[in-house]
Protein backbone atom coordinates (compact mmCIF):
# COMPACT_ATOMS: atom_id res chain seq x y z
CA UNK A 1 0.00 0.00 0.00
CA UNK A 2 1.41 3.29 -1.07
CA UNK A 3 2.54 5.27 1.95
CA UNK A 4 0.27 8.25 0.94
CA UNK A 5 -2.78 6.04 1.22
CA UNK A 6 -1.16 4.49 4.57
CA UNK A 7 -1.06 8.00 5.94
CA UNK A 8 -4.92 8.70 4.89
CA UNK A 9 -6.10 6.17 6.48
CA UNK A 10 -4.22 6.58 9.78
CA UNK A 11 -5.73 9.82 9.71
CA UNK A 12 -9.10 8.68 9.42
CA UNK A 13 -8.74 6.23 11.96
CA UNK A 14 -7.26 8.52 14.02
CA UNK A 15 -10.03 11.46 13.40
CA UNK A 16 -12.84 8.55 14.31
CA UNK A 17 -11.36 7.39 17.37
CA UNK A 18 -11.03 11.01 18.41
CA UNK A 19 -14.65 11.97 17.65
CA UNK A 20 -15.28 8.93 19.70
CA UNK A 21 -13.45 9.74 22.77
CA UNK A 22 -14.80 13.26 21.93
CA UNK A 23 -18.65 12.16 21.98
CA UNK A 24 -18.23 9.33 24.89
CA UNK A 25 -16.24 12.41 27.16
CA UNK A 26 -19.41 14.57 26.88
CA UNK A 27 -21.75 12.14 27.68
CA UNK A 28 -20.30 11.24 30.57
CA UNK A 29 -20.28 14.88 31.51
CA UNK A 30 -24.02 15.48 30.28
CA UNK A 31 -24.68 12.44 32.74
CA UNK A 32 -22.55 13.28 35.76
CA UNK A 33 -24.33 16.53 35.21
CA UNK A 34 -27.65 15.13 35.42
CA UNK A 35 -26.90 13.08 38.53
CA UNK A 36 -26.19 16.20 40.15
CA UNK A 37 -29.15 17.67 38.66
CA UNK A 38 -31.35 14.89 40.62
CA UNK A 39 -29.40 14.72 43.76
CA UNK A 40 -30.25 18.40 44.42
CA UNK A 41 -33.93 17.21 43.83
CA UNK A 42 -34.28 14.15 45.99
CA UNK A 43 -35.26 14.96 49.78
CA UNK A 44 -35.78 12.82 52.84
CA UNK A 45 -38.61 12.55 54.36
CA UNK A 46 -38.22 13.22 58.26
CA UNK A 47 -38.97 10.73 60.56
CA UNK A 48 -42.00 11.75 62.58
CA UNK A 49 -44.13 10.11 65.44
CA UNK A 50 -47.61 9.28 63.94
CA UNK A 51 -50.04 7.51 65.62
CA UNK A 52 -50.90 3.61 64.90
CA UNK A 53 -53.67 3.02 67.89
CA UNK A 54 -56.52 3.49 65.91
CA UNK A 55 -57.66 6.82 66.70
CA UNK A 56 -58.53 7.75 63.27
CA UNK A 57 -62.15 9.33 62.14
CA UNK A 58 -64.54 7.24 60.47
CA UNK A 59 -63.69 8.48 57.19
CA UNK A 60 -60.40 7.17 56.74
CA UNK A 61 -59.25 3.41 57.45
CA UNK A 62 -56.31 2.69 60.10
CA UNK A 63 -52.99 2.40 58.61
CA UNK A 64 -49.62 2.51 60.06
CA UNK A 65 -47.02 5.74 59.10
CA UNK A 66 -45.81 5.80 55.48
CA UNK A 67 -43.50 7.82 54.38
CA UNK A 68 -41.62 7.65 57.59
CA UNK A 69 -38.30 7.30 56.50
CA UNK A 70 -36.14 4.89 59.42
CA UNK A 71 -32.65 4.72 59.25
CA UNK A 72 -32.66 1.66 57.37
CA UNK A 73 -34.75 2.91 55.11
CA UNK A 74 -32.19 6.13 54.53
CA UNK A 75 -29.30 3.56 54.53
CA UNK A 76 -31.35 1.64 51.43
CA UNK A 77 -31.50 4.53 49.32
CA UNK A 78 -28.04 6.05 49.98
CA UNK A 79 -27.33 2.44 48.97
CA UNK A 80 -29.43 3.04 45.67
CA UNK A 81 -28.00 6.20 44.85
CA UNK A 82 -24.53 4.77 45.21
CA UNK A 83 -25.12 1.92 42.90
CA UNK A 84 -25.49 3.98 39.67
CA UNK A 85 -22.23 4.64 38.08
CA UNK A 86 -22.04 8.24 36.81
CA UNK A 87 -20.58 6.72 34.32
CA UNK A 88 -23.69 5.68 31.16
CA UNK A 89 -23.85 2.19 30.27
CA UNK A 90 -21.48 0.93 32.54
CA UNK A 91 -24.08 -1.46 33.95
CA UNK A 92 -27.95 -2.66 33.16
CA UNK A 93 -31.14 -0.66 33.83
CA UNK A 94 -31.66 -1.69 37.02
CA UNK A 95 -35.58 -3.71 37.66
CA UNK A 96 -37.84 -2.46 40.15
CA UNK A 97 -37.06 -4.69 43.72
CA UNK A 98 -40.38 -5.17 45.17
CA UNK A 99 -43.26 -6.23 43.10
CA UNK A 100 -45.85 -3.10 43.29
CA UNK A 101 -44.36 0.40 44.01
CA UNK A 102 -47.22 3.18 44.63
CA UNK A 103 -45.48 6.58 44.06
CA UNK A 104 -47.38 9.55 44.61
CA UNK A 105 -47.59 12.61 42.58
CA UNK A 106 -47.97 15.87 44.24
CA UNK A 107 -48.51 19.56 42.05
CA UNK A 108 -48.18 22.63 44.45
CA UNK A 109 -50.14 25.77 43.63
CA UNK A 110 -47.28 27.92 44.53
CA UNK A 111 -47.12 31.47 42.81
CA UNK A 112 -43.55 33.08 41.80
CA UNK A 113 -43.51 34.84 45.53
CA UNK A 114 -44.22 32.41 47.56
CA UNK A 115 -42.21 31.67 50.40
CA UNK A 116 -44.09 29.49 52.84
CA UNK A 117 -45.27 26.06 52.01
CA UNK A 118 -48.25 25.92 49.69
CA UNK A 119 -50.89 23.40 49.13
CA UNK A 120 -50.76 20.38 46.50
CA UNK A 121 -53.28 21.20 43.55
CA UNK A 122 -53.26 18.41 42.11
CA UNK A 123 -53.03 14.32 43.83
CA UNK A 124 -52.35 11.73 42.17
CA UNK A 125 -51.29 8.05 43.10
CA UNK A 126 -49.76 5.97 40.47
CA UNK A 127 -49.41 2.05 41.23
CA UNK A 128 -46.56 -0.10 39.02
CA UNK A 129 -46.90 -3.52 39.08
CA UNK A 130 -43.62 -4.89 38.32
CA UNK A 131 -44.87 -9.44 37.29
CA UNK A 132 -47.82 -8.34 35.22
CA UNK A 133 -46.98 -4.65 33.86
CA UNK A 134 -49.86 -3.07 35.08
CA UNK A 135 -50.40 0.53 36.07
CA UNK A 136 -52.98 2.20 37.48
CA UNK A 137 -53.85 5.88 38.44
CA UNK A 138 -55.99 7.17 40.78
CA UNK A 139 -57.10 11.01 41.49
CA UNK A 140 -57.92 12.09 44.71
CA UNK A 141 -60.08 15.52 44.89
CA UNK A 142 -57.72 18.19 46.48
CA UNK A 143 -60.83 18.96 48.46
CA UNK A 144 -61.49 16.01 50.33
CA UNK A 145 -61.29 16.08 53.81
CA UNK A 146 -59.54 13.85 56.16
CA UNK A 147 -57.95 12.96 59.29
CA UNK A 148 -53.89 14.12 59.21
CA UNK A 149 -51.74 11.18 61.27
CA UNK A 150 -50.21 13.66 63.02
CA UNK A 151 -53.70 15.17 64.44
CA UNK A 152 -56.09 17.47 63.31
CA UNK A 153 -58.44 17.67 59.78
CA UNK A 154 -58.37 19.35 57.08
CA UNK A 155 -58.46 19.38 53.00
CA UNK A 156 -56.28 16.63 51.94
CA UNK A 157 -54.29 19.27 50.12
CA UNK A 158 -53.02 21.05 52.66
CA UNK A 159 -51.44 17.71 54.15
CA UNK A 160 -48.01 18.44 52.26
CA UNK A 161 -48.11 22.61 53.77
CA UNK A 162 -49.26 21.43 57.32
CA UNK A 163 -46.09 18.69 57.59
CA UNK A 164 -43.54 21.34 56.33
CA UNK A 165 -44.84 23.66 58.99
CA UNK A 166 -44.77 21.25 61.83
CA UNK A 167 -42.22 19.42 61.21
CA UNK A 168 -39.54 21.27 58.91
CA UNK A 169 -38.13 20.34 55.73
CA UNK A 170 -39.31 16.87 54.57
CA UNK A 171 -42.22 16.67 56.98
CA UNK A 172 -44.52 17.70 53.75
CA UNK A 173 -43.40 14.79 52.21
CA UNK A 174 -43.86 12.53 55.07
CA UNK A 175 -47.14 14.00 56.16
CA UNK A 176 -48.56 13.82 52.57
CA UNK A 177 -47.70 10.15 52.19
CA UNK A 178 -49.17 9.12 55.38
CA UNK A 179 -52.27 10.93 54.72
CA UNK A 180 -52.42 9.54 51.64
CA UNK A 181 -51.63 5.81 52.49
CA UNK A 182 -54.22 5.79 55.76
CA UNK A 183 -56.69 6.98 53.56
CA UNK A 184 -56.49 4.32 51.24
CA UNK A 185 -54.98 1.56 53.30
CA UNK A 186 -52.30 1.29 50.94
CA UNK A 187 -48.43 1.68 51.72
CA UNK A 188 -47.39 5.32 49.65
CA UNK A 189 -43.52 4.31 48.89
CA UNK A 190 -42.67 7.32 46.59
CA UNK A 191 -43.21 10.62 45.87
CA UNK A 192 -42.83 13.21 43.08
CA UNK A 193 -43.55 16.86 44.08
CA UNK A 194 -43.20 19.31 40.85
CA UNK A 195 -44.42 23.45 41.23
CA UNK A 196 -46.23 25.23 38.18
CA UNK A 197 -43.19 26.33 37.22
CA UNK A 198 -41.33 23.20 36.90
CA UNK A 199 -44.05 21.48 34.85
CA UNK A 200 -44.48 24.23 32.27
CA UNK A 201 -40.91 24.04 32.04
CA UNK A 202 -41.06 20.47 31.58
CA UNK A 203 -44.13 20.26 28.64
CA UNK A 204 -42.04 22.94 27.21
CA UNK A 205 -38.37 21.36 27.10
CA UNK A 206 -40.33 18.44 25.64
CA UNK A 207 -41.97 20.52 22.82
CA UNK A 208 -45.34 21.11 24.00
CA UNK A 209 -48.36 18.06 23.99
CA UNK A 210 -51.17 17.24 22.27
CA UNK A 211 -54.57 16.49 24.74
CA UNK A 212 -58.01 14.82 23.02
CA UNK A 213 -60.21 17.49 24.55
CA UNK A 214 -63.38 15.63 25.48
CA UNK A 215 -65.68 18.33 26.63
CA UNK A 216 -65.52 22.19 25.44
CA UNK A 217 -64.13 24.05 28.33
CA UNK A 218 -64.90 27.60 29.31
CA UNK A 219 -63.46 29.08 32.09
CA UNK A 220 -64.75 32.99 33.07
CA UNK A 221 -62.64 33.14 35.73
CA UNK A 222 -59.11 31.51 35.88
CA UNK A 223 -57.29 32.98 38.51
CA UNK A 224 -53.87 34.00 37.48
CA UNK A 225 -50.70 34.52 39.53
CA UNK A 226 -51.13 38.55 40.51
CA UNK A 227 -54.89 37.08 42.17
CA UNK A 228 -56.63 38.55 39.03
CA UNK A 229 -58.89 36.48 36.89
CA UNK A 230 -58.68 35.79 32.90
CA UNK A 231 -61.56 33.99 30.39
CA UNK A 232 -59.91 31.04 29.29
CA UNK A 233 -61.90 27.88 26.70
CA UNK A 234 -60.51 24.55 25.04
CA UNK A 235 -62.90 23.95 21.96
CA UNK A 236 -63.64 19.92 22.10
CA UNK A 237 -60.82 17.77 19.82
CA UNK A 238 -56.78 17.37 20.13
CA UNK A 239 -54.92 20.26 21.06
CA UNK A 240 -51.54 21.39 20.93
CA UNK A 241 -50.43 23.00 24.13
CA UNK A 242 -47.86 24.64 25.56
CA UNK A 243 -46.68 24.54 28.92
CA UNK A 244 -49.09 27.60 29.76
CA UNK A 245 -51.83 26.17 28.42
CA UNK A 246 -51.13 22.99 29.32
CA UNK A 247 -51.14 24.27 33.13
CA UNK A 248 -54.26 26.34 32.39
CA UNK A 249 -55.95 22.89 31.17
CA UNK A 250 -55.11 21.10 34.06
CA UNK A 251 -56.12 23.74 36.66
CA UNK A 252 -59.07 25.45 35.15
CA UNK A 253 -62.46 24.30 37.09
CA UNK A 254 -65.29 26.72 36.98
CA UNK A 255 -66.34 25.17 33.95
CA UNK A 256 -67.42 22.07 35.94
CA UNK A 257 -65.74 21.01 38.66
CA UNK A 258 -63.29 19.51 40.88
CA UNK A 259 -63.65 16.48 39.35
CA UNK A 260 -63.53 17.25 36.06
CA UNK A 261 -60.50 19.01 36.89
CA UNK A 262 -59.10 15.81 38.20
CA UNK A 263 -60.11 13.89 34.63
CA UNK A 264 -58.16 16.39 32.84
CA UNK A 265 -55.26 16.16 35.04
CA UNK A 266 -54.71 12.56 34.47
CA UNK A 267 -55.45 13.36 30.35
CA UNK A 268 -52.53 16.18 30.76
CA UNK A 269 -50.26 13.10 32.77
CA UNK A 270 -51.01 10.82 29.16
CA UNK A 271 -49.82 13.21 27.30
CA UNK A 272 -46.95 14.12 28.96
CA UNK A 273 -46.03 10.20 28.79
CA UNK A 274 -46.76 9.99 25.47
CA UNK A 275 -44.54 12.73 24.43
CA UNK A 276 -41.55 11.24 26.15
CA UNK A 277 -41.88 7.60 24.42
CA UNK A 278 -42.30 9.90 21.05
CA UNK A 279 -39.01 11.46 21.91
CA UNK A 280 -37.55 8.14 22.76
CA UNK A 281 -36.39 9.33 26.08
CA UNK A 282 -37.13 5.95 28.04
CA UNK A 283 -34.25 4.71 25.73
CA UNK A 284 -31.82 6.59 25.13
CA UNK A 285 -29.71 9.09 27.56
CA UNK A 286 -28.17 11.69 25.52
CA UNK A 287 -29.27 15.57 26.52
CA UNK A 288 -30.80 14.05 29.85
CA UNK A 289 -29.10 16.98 31.19
CA UNK A 290 -30.82 18.89 29.21
CA UNK A 291 -34.30 18.13 31.26
CA UNK A 292 -32.79 17.45 34.79
CA UNK A 293 -30.94 21.04 34.48
CA UNK A 294 -34.33 22.85 33.38
CA UNK A 295 -36.28 21.12 36.16
CA UNK A 296 -33.38 21.93 38.68
CA UNK A 297 -34.86 23.48 42.11
CA UNK A 298 -38.61 22.88 40.59
CA UNK A 299 -39.25 19.49 41.68
CA UNK A 300 -38.70 17.38 44.87
CA UNK A 301 -38.94 13.47 44.88
CA UNK A 302 -37.40 10.79 47.27
CA UNK A 303 -36.96 8.34 44.49
CA UNK A 304 -33.16 7.35 44.43
CA UNK A 305 -30.61 6.64 41.26
CA UNK A 306 -31.40 2.99 41.12
CA UNK A 307 -35.40 3.34 41.13
CA UNK A 308 -35.71 6.43 38.71
CA UNK A 309 -33.93 4.07 36.42
CA UNK A 310 -36.02 0.92 36.93
CA UNK A 311 -38.99 2.92 36.93
CA UNK A 312 -37.92 4.40 33.11
CA UNK A 313 -37.22 0.58 32.36
CA UNK A 314 -40.48 -0.77 33.28
CA UNK A 315 -42.29 2.46 31.83
CA UNK A 316 -40.07 1.45 28.14
CA UNK A 317 -42.48 -1.55 27.29
CA UNK A 318 -46.07 0.24 28.84
CA UNK A 319 -48.91 1.43 26.05
CA UNK A 320 -50.51 4.34 27.32
CA UNK A 321 -53.70 2.62 26.44
CA UNK A 322 -53.18 0.12 29.02
CA UNK A 323 -52.92 2.75 31.96
CA UNK A 324 -55.92 2.04 34.23
CA UNK A 325 -57.45 5.63 35.42
CA UNK A 326 -59.66 5.94 38.56
CA UNK A 327 -60.81 9.14 40.43
CA UNK A 328 -62.93 9.34 43.44
CA UNK A 329 -65.57 11.53 42.18
CA UNK A 330 -68.84 12.67 42.93
CA UNK A 331 -70.67 9.48 43.02
CA UNK A 332 -68.13 8.05 45.86
CA UNK A 333 -68.57 11.29 48.13
CA UNK A 334 -70.83 12.02 51.39
CA UNK A 335 -70.77 15.68 52.18
CA UNK A 336 -70.09 16.81 55.92
CA UNK A 337 -70.61 19.98 57.71
CA UNK A 338 -68.99 23.15 57.16
CA UNK A 339 -66.01 24.36 57.95
CA UNK A 340 -65.69 20.65 56.49
CA UNK A 341 -66.13 20.26 53.04
CA UNK A 342 -66.77 15.93 51.85
CA UNK A 343 -65.52 12.63 52.54
CA UNK A 344 -65.10 9.74 50.63
CA UNK A 345 -67.71 7.23 50.98
CA UNK A 346 -66.30 4.21 52.70
CA UNK A 347 -67.94 1.28 51.51
CA UNK A 348 -67.48 3.23 47.69
CA UNK A 349 -63.87 3.75 48.56
CA UNK A 350 -62.77 0.29 49.45
CA UNK A 351 -64.52 -0.19 46.40
CA UNK A 352 -62.11 1.70 44.26
CA UNK A 353 -59.30 1.10 46.09
CA UNK A 354 -59.27 -2.56 45.50
CA UNK A 355 -60.40 -1.85 41.58
CA UNK A 356 -56.86 0.51 41.60
CA UNK A 357 -54.62 -2.65 42.97
CA UNK A 358 -56.30 -5.16 40.72
CA UNK A 359 -57.97 -6.86 43.68
CA UNK A 360 -60.99 -6.83 41.52
CA UNK A 361 -62.01 -5.86 37.88
CA UNK A 362 -63.74 -3.11 36.79
CA UNK A 363 -63.91 -0.61 33.45
CA UNK A 364 -61.58 2.14 34.28
CA UNK A 365 -62.11 5.45 33.11
CA UNK A 366 -61.17 8.13 35.64
CA UNK A 367 -64.37 9.92 35.01
Not at 173 to 200: H, P, R, Y
Not at 202 to 207: C, E, M, P, S, V
Not at 346 to 362: K, M, N, Y
Amino acid sequence: MPFSRRRLILGAVLFIGLIVVTSTLRLAYEWRQALNDIDSMIVTPVAISLPTDGSTSNNVAQFPPAGVMSQAAAAAQGADNASLSTTPGAETTPTLRQQTLNILLLGTDARPDDIAPTRTDAVVLVRLDRDNGRVSMLSIPRDLWVTYPSGGSGRINAAFAVGEKKFGPGGGAALAKSTVGKLLNIQVDQFVLINFQGFKTLIDRLGGITVDVPDAINDPAYPTDDYGTISVSFPVGPQQLDGDHALIYARTRHADSDFGRNQRQQLVLMAIFNRVRERGLLQQLTSLDDYTGALRGYVQTDMGHSTMLAVAGFARNLHPDTVLRYAIDSTTIVDLHPPATFAAEPRSLRRIVAQFTGESTSTAGGE
